[in-house]
């Protein structure tokens, strides 16, 4: 069971045992990103199978971080992934992965078919370059580097590097500060707020165990850059260099390199270029060894390709799509809060403020079961006998093994007749062979055995019960 916890951004340390063996080579998966962009994706938080779950809104959506393992158990992020698919189920919540790794995408190809959507967003992909090429700009393709560290060295013969202490806190907030005066003077909106975010990680940088290095010339703050260890990788979040240094740049990005990526560090990882296409061709100078995808893949549900209710005959029924003029026996129907406590849902949860008691116009319900249609929720069909509507079945919660759960109701006095258990078992027929799911599931209270004679007849089979309710499946073989 998923347990999504809310953090403010001081809580971000809680993720520190999962990011700090990662292999994933995702900046995203670090205390520093989370840290520093807390403010727009804020995201909640689960552990399952010992795997780190992140959960965030963004643009009006929810997206899931891939599953990351604390000891890179590919099997226990599977099973993350299906704990995921429940909670999205419970919840009614749409599931998108986000920041998957390049290798996991086919774990989730495999497991959702030909319905998956994948895309990697180029702007957001991260650049990894062999931490050796840094620590030593060698090689013909490094020239360029190599004489600004040269030209810096010769010009700045005082020059020095300091590996950060935290007595040094002033002195390095005084060289952010005259840098961002001059960034800012440039009008970048971005900038400006990576810079106020940068202003917050310098206090936390003992307590979240960063690296951090600063040049000086002279005695004076003249470039900086912090970085955070991740598995085999050092991730650079912050570089800065006054311009007037000439050389800047390069010098401390190989000083940093020298002090900091040393045995077990592999990779540097200098984070994405948010479609800047200046930074763009700065970070290919520097010759990546690989250009890290960060994967978005979005499941698609059986209903998600629906675009119109069907028509369904049985030898006494007809269910289909409930028209205006039967708005009135609709609301009779979805409006009878006594009997619909067996449907388990209350309709006034959702109903309009006005009158204490005051029962909504006709039109608003089957307006709700339109719209829940039109947001892929549910599949509504009216039940008609000899042309009038005499109850409804409703195919919901779409899972992303191809599933779905199946309901029924009718009107008091059509009750006893069959048709309930008539119309499940068509509907269930449809699912199975139309929409092609693997498995039509059913529930009722346990205080409402006649439900489970009705299901029984429509041909399901129990399979499971709970404190609350007793469950009941069909599949095409039964």
């Known amino acids: 069971m998923l347990n999504f916890t809310k953090t403010k951004k001081e809580d971000v340390l809680a993720y520190a045992p999962y990011f700090a063996g990662q292999t994933t080579h995702v900046s995203d998966f670090s205390l520093c990103f989370q840290f520093m962009w807390h403010k727009y994706f804020a995201p909640d938080y689960a552990v399952v199978e010992d795997c780190l779950v992140l959960k965030e809104l963004y643009a009006g959506k929810y997206y899931f971080h891939y599953p990351l393992s604390r ?5 226990a992020q599977m099973r993350a992934v299906a704990a995921l698919e429940q909670y999205c189920r419970g919840a009614e919540v749409r599931l998108h992965f986000t920041n998957v790794p390049r290798e996991s995408v086919p774990d989730l190809v495999l497991r959702y078919g030909q ?26 393709k490094y020239s360029g580097q190599r004489n600004h560290v040269n030209k810096f060295k010769k010009n700045y013969p005082d020059w020095q590097f300091h590996v950060y202490r935290a007595e040094d806190e002033g002195a390095l907030l005084a060289f952010l500060h005259e840098y961002d005066a001059a960034q800012r003077a440039k009008g970048s909106y971005l900038a400006a707020e990576e810079m106020d975010e940068v202003y917050e990680l310098v206090p936390v940088i003992g307590l979240f165990g960063l690296r951090c290095g600063y040049l000086t010339v002279g005695g004076k703050i003249v470039a900086c850059a912090i970085g955070e260890r991740c598995g085999d990788m050092l991730i650079v979040h912050v570089e800065k260099a006054l311009r007037a240094y000439e050389g800047a740049y390069p010098m401390i990005a190989q000083q940093f390199a020298l002090a900091f990526a040393g045995e077990g560090v592999r990779y540097l990882n200098r984070m994405d270029d948010a479609g800047d296409m200046g930074l ?15 994967y978005n893949v979005t499941p698609r549900r059986a209903i ?5 209710l069907p028509s369904i005959r049985t030898e006494r029924l007809v269910l289909k799509p409930v028209p205006d003029e039967d708005a009135a026996v609709y609301a009779r129907l979805a409006g009878d809060t006594e009997r619909n406590r067996w449907w388990g849902y209350d309709w006034r949860e959702d109903a309009p403020e006005g009158a204490d008691g005051a029962v909504p116009k006709p039109q608003w319900f089957l307006a709700c079961a339109r719209t829940l249609f039109k947001e892929k929720m549910e599949m509504p069909l009216g039940i008609y006998a000899e042309g009038k ?42 699912a199975l062979c139309k929409l092609e799911l693997e498995r039509v599931e059913a529930k009722h209270f346990k205080e409402n055995p006649r439900s489970g004679s009705m299901l029984l007849r429509a041909g399901m089979r129990r399979c499971g019960e709970d404190e609350t309710y007793l469950y009941y499946m069909k599949t095409a073989a039964m």
């Open 280 to 294: 763009r061709k700065s970070k290919l100078q520097y010759l990546p060894c690989e250009i890290v995808g960060k």
């Open 71 to 75: 000891t890179g158990d590919r099997e």
């Open 304 to 308: 998600d390709g629906v675009s119109h």
């Open 115 to 140: 319905d998956v959507s994948v895309t990697n967003i180029r702007r957001w992909r991260d650049y990894l370059y062999t931490a050796e090429s840094f620590r030593t700009y060698a090689g013909g």
């Open 389 to 430: 509507l005499i109850g409804e079945v409703v195919l919901h919660r779409f899972g992303y093994l191809a599933e779905a759960e199946i309901g029924v109701r009718l009107l008091p006095e059509y009750e006893g007749m069959g048709y309930a258990s008539e119309a499940v078992s068509a509907y269930a027929e449809y």
